[in-house]
């Protein structure tokens, strides 16, 4: 009942925005400006149409507010940012669970918020396929922050700033469903983290010097792991069953509960490891609490099944083979994908 529910309202969001959605850039403030969006050289193209909705600083800073208020829940008090913290690049560091209103627990460890204007998909199995779409499905999950859209629009229309704030964005002024996951949307496409020390590395700019240990794990990395975290995104954003053996009381089937196939089960998103040396614990039920862990897991902890990625499973061998050094290498290379200045970037902080 729990998955009907949370599919059904990912439906009416789905509905909701394509009834509302238009591409005539007059409905923003002409009292507004466009935002600048740098476009890294090394990143690939953005998958997020601009001329939609382009970010505005009105639009980025209401979509922020909307971002930390704990009105979006249904106890006024689980707000995104609550589970999407900045120092661990917007994840939830140190949880294996989300934890929602109530205090009750999900399932599923909390993504990262970084480059979501560059993909196509988001949650761990791809439940909305627009980022307009994704506030949806936590606003409305139970365990989470258990709201309606329809009772954080009524919110948010009593209240005189959000009116003040909805005016200023859009040229209708309306407080509606399309302006507000427009909102939010323009706070996430300006999130982009792409200044790590890879990144000026491979931009060959200052402060971009590999140490030897570093270019032997990035040496590595292409050879063992680039298949999967493709680009320098470092997802191929494929939905992909990595061997996990899944918890016995928790079952988690992940793409095969959106795509209804049996061939999709135990398949997750692949996540991007920008940052990842921060947002520990890893994997989508957060089972492991270091790089360490993951690397051994992959060396030796792989398990086979039906849906088992061939990566995984080449020349009667499972896994990855990774060795003490070669797994020292590689850690030292996924600490250079650590962004400092995302994680300090104050337009994203809170206060």
């Known amino acids: 009942m729990r998955k009907l529910i949370k599919y059904a309202y990912v439906l009416l969001g789905i509905l909701i925005f394509m009834s ?12 507004d400006e466009n935002l600048e969006l740098n476009i890294p050289a090394n990143f690939p193209e953005m998958s997020y149409n601009l001329t939609s909705n382009p970010p505005t600083k009105n639009g980025f800073e209401l979509g922020k507010k ?28 140190g949880h294996q669970f989300s934890h929602g209103i109530n205090d009750l627990e999900g399932t599923r460890n909390t993504p990262a918020i970084q480059n979501m204007a560059f993909l196509s ?37 009593n209240d005189s700033e959000y009116q003040r704030l909805f005016a200023s964005a859009f040229t209708d002024g309306e407080v509606n469903n399309e302006n507000f996951l427009k909102a939010l949307s323009q ?47 470092f997802t ?10 899944p918890y016995p009381d928790i079952n988690d089937v ?26 520990a614990p890893y994997m989508h039920d957060g089972r492991f609490g270091s790089l360490a862990s993951v690397l051994n897991f992959y060396n030796s902890g792989v398990q086979d099944s039906e849906t088992l990625d061939p990566i995984l499973k080449q020349n009667g061998k499972l896994g990855i083979a990774l060795n003490a050094e070669d797994q020292k290498a590689l850690i030292a290379f996924l600490q250079t994908l650590t962004d400092t200045e995302y994680i300090n970037d104050k337009r994203f902080s809170e206060y």
């Open 20 to 31: 509302c959605t238009t591409n005539d850039d007059s409905e923003y403030s002409e009292l």
């Open 66 to 93: 909307l971002f930390y208020d704990g009105n979006l829940s249904a106890n006024g008090f689980i707000s995104c940012g609550f589970c999407h913290e900045q120092s661990s690049a917007f994840t939830h560091h």
């Open 121 to 157: 998909e988001f949650a761990w199995d791809g439940a909305t396929s627009h980022l307009d779409l994704f506030p949806i499905i936590p606003i409305t999950n139970e365990v989470e922050m258990g709201e309606t859209l329809s009772n954080v629009l009524a919110k948010l229309k």
């Open 187 to 233: 706070f996430m496409v300006m999130m982009i983290s792409s200044n790590s020390k890879y990144d000026k590395y491979v931009r060959n700019e200052e402060g971009g010097d590999f140490s030897a240990i570093e270019k032997t794990g990035l040496d590595l990395f292409k050879s063992k792991c680039a298949s999967c975290h493709k680009t320098d995104l």
């Open 236 to 245: 191929d954003s494929a939905f992909r069953n990595n061997g996990l053996p």
């Open 254 to 279: 992940g793409r095969a509960e959106v795509s209804g196939s049996v061939a999709d089960n135990y398949k997750f998103k692949v996540p991007s490891l920008r940052n990842v040396a921060l947002t």
